[in-house]
């Protein structure tokens, strides 16, 4: 039998933030010595640790615990928190239950309460689920209005959260991403819980993401991951933390990372039993490894995100045009624009879209036409620079190549300082065929070869490859090598072996070596020749 020590310790570690201790501390206690607000606090820390039913137990404890001593609205608060809970581990039964018997609760009680904000957001929730934004957004008005007028830190940093994710799904994006900032200096100074600070972090990271605003997304990811160790045992939010880290590792380049941090998420997920979390994990994790052409692990990522009920589009259609299933990828596409209606889901859609059917010969000029005017109502630095590209290739691929230079520079410019190494890589692919197109073949292949670089070493051997067939022709003249073709071409722009080495990423040594080689199979003596062979073969 628990001692009264144990209660205490319990409420001491709780207050400090310990969640281990707290519940090692109440499971020892007399179950017969808790009151309301101890289940309540055990159920909170049993969520905290992933503990899914001993954290319904708790609260259900607690509502009942309230309903004893005549405390309605907190029981109606209890309430709530069961209704949210059950909603983010696909029991939509239980959690209309729970919000019905929290909205009669309050039915009954004559003043104004802070607790109708609470049930203001699962009802602004019910709503954004059934495309009702005007709806939603008047619920999570009332949750920001209460949550001032009470005082109350924890409602005010999730109502703020709410209206800017809603006012994103608005098109007003600089008001939305205005009360993320607002929503963020609340969690920052610790004035909010962890429950609420965690949802807060999640609503506003993945807001920001879906608008491309990759620089926030970055910054407060970073800040989850430092909330997140800070608290040792902590299992909720540890999975979306470790699915948003694995998103910036891969707009950083490093593919392999970050199917790494989403192999960790998926487990966090199962055990909070959130479906939908578990299948965007599995399809971001089909992305990368699409990226980096592993198209059989891939598409079993992509099956994996279906089964838990999350359609992985577009990243799917794009696997089927690198399996030659045109027809299916256009058809899924075709399908998708037709669905999806809202500015912010389009977004997303638009710019997957466009390359699966630019690669099928599809047209697309009213679909770049409407990212361009999306990106420029969002004005987020990604979804810009996405925008820039696509308009550049368009030009490209109709024969305006000094048309196309301005926007790809513009991409290449906002990738750049998103850090962004394999989208840049990309558009130099597109401005080394550009610069070709005008006649300016040794700056075409400088560019090429720069793109080819990074692309070998993030290991995306599908661009590297796409890459390679531009800078090496089918048959090579002279029986030179590829290495020996990239040597030539800075030969070609004059470049000493110096300069080669440190190009290539070879030593001095090498490069004289493979230049020795190219005289002796050009049958030439010096730079001068060589670099006359290749102008005279189109390899400069």
């Not at 049993?46 to 309605?72: N, P």
């Amino acid at each position: 039998m628990g001692t009264v020590d144990d209660l205490v310790r319990a409420r001491e570690t709780f207050e400090r933030g310990d969640w281990i201790a707290a519940l090692e501390a109440w499971s020892a206690a007399d179950p017969g010595s808790l009151d309301a607000d101890d289940s309540l606090h055990l159920a909170t820390v049993a969520q905290l640790l992933g503990r899914h039913d001993e954290a319904v137990g708790g609260f259900q404890r607690a509502f009942q615990g309230y309903l004893d001593e005549g405390r309605t609205t907190a029981a109606a608060r209890a309430a709530s928190w069961l209704a949210m809970l059950h909603a983010t581990t696909g029991a939509p039964e239980l959690s209309a239950g729970w919000g019905g018997r929290a909205e009669r609760l309050l039915e009954g009680v004559e003043e104004d309460v802070v607790e109708r904000g609470y049930v203001s957001l699962r009802q602004m929730f019910m709503a954004l689920h059934a495309g009702d934004l005007p709806r939603a957004l008047e619920r999570a008005g009332d949750m920001v209005e209460r949550a001032r007028r009470f005082a109350d830190a924890d409602l005010l940093a999730i109502g703020l959260a709410a209206q800017g994710r809603v006012t994103l799904y608005s098109g007003e994006v600089r008001t939305g991403l205005a009360l993320f900032d607002e929503a963020m200096v609340g969690v920052a100074a610790g004035e909010v819980s962890a429950i609420f600070a965690g949802e807060a972090y999640c609503v506003m990271i993945e807001g920001c993401q879906e608008v491309g605003d990759l620089g926030r997304a970055a910054a407060w990811t970073e800040a989850l991951h430092r909330w997140c160790q800070a608290q040792p045992g902590l299992v909720a939010f540890t999975g979306q933390c470790a699915v948003h880290r694995g998103q910036i590792m891969a707009l950083r380049g490093a593919f392999r990372e970050a199917i790494e941090e989403y192999a960790h998420a998926i487990p966090r997920y199962v055990s909070s039993r959130n479906e939908a979390a578990c299948g965007l994990a599995h399809a971001e994790r089909g992305d990368a490894h699409r990226v980096l052409g592993e198209l059989d692990a891939a598409e079993a990522a992509y099956e994996a995100a279906a089964g838990h009920g999350y359609e992985p589009q577009p990243g799917l259609a794009l696997l089927w045009v690198a399996r030659g299933r045109q027809s299916a990828a256009v058809g899924a596409v075709r399908r998708l624009l037709a669905e999806v209606g809202d500015p912010v889901s389009r977004s997303r859609l638009l710019v997957g879209a466009i390359e699966v059917l630019r690669s099928c010969e599809q047209p697309t000029t009213d679909l770049v036409e409407e990212l361009e005017a999306i990106a420029s109502s969002f004005d987020c630095a990604s979804l810009v620079a996405a925008a820039a590209f696509a308009r550049g290739r368009a030009a490209l691929d109709t024969g305006d190549a000094a048309g196309a230079l301005p926007y790809l520079r513009k991409a290449s410019s906002l990738w750049t300082s998103l850090d962004a190494p394999y989208e840049v890589a990309r558009v130099r692919v597109e401005i080394g065929r550009a610069l070709a197109a005008l006649g300016d073949g040794s700056s075409a292949a400088l560019e090429l070869t720069a793109a080819r670089r990074t692309f070998e070493a993030l290991g995306t051997r599908p661009a590297l490859e796409q890459v390679d067939s531009l800078l090496v022709p089918a048959s090579l003249p002279g029986g030179l090598t590829a290495r020996e073709v990239e040597v030539l071409r800075l030969v070609a722009t004059g470049r000493s072996n110096t300069q080669i080495a440190a190009e290539l990423v070879l030593s001095e040594k090498t490069v004289a070596r493979h230049l020795s080689n190219i005289f002796g199979k050009l049958d030439v003596g010096s730079r001068t020749a060589a670099a006359a062979y290749a102008f005279e073969h189109g390899l400069a």
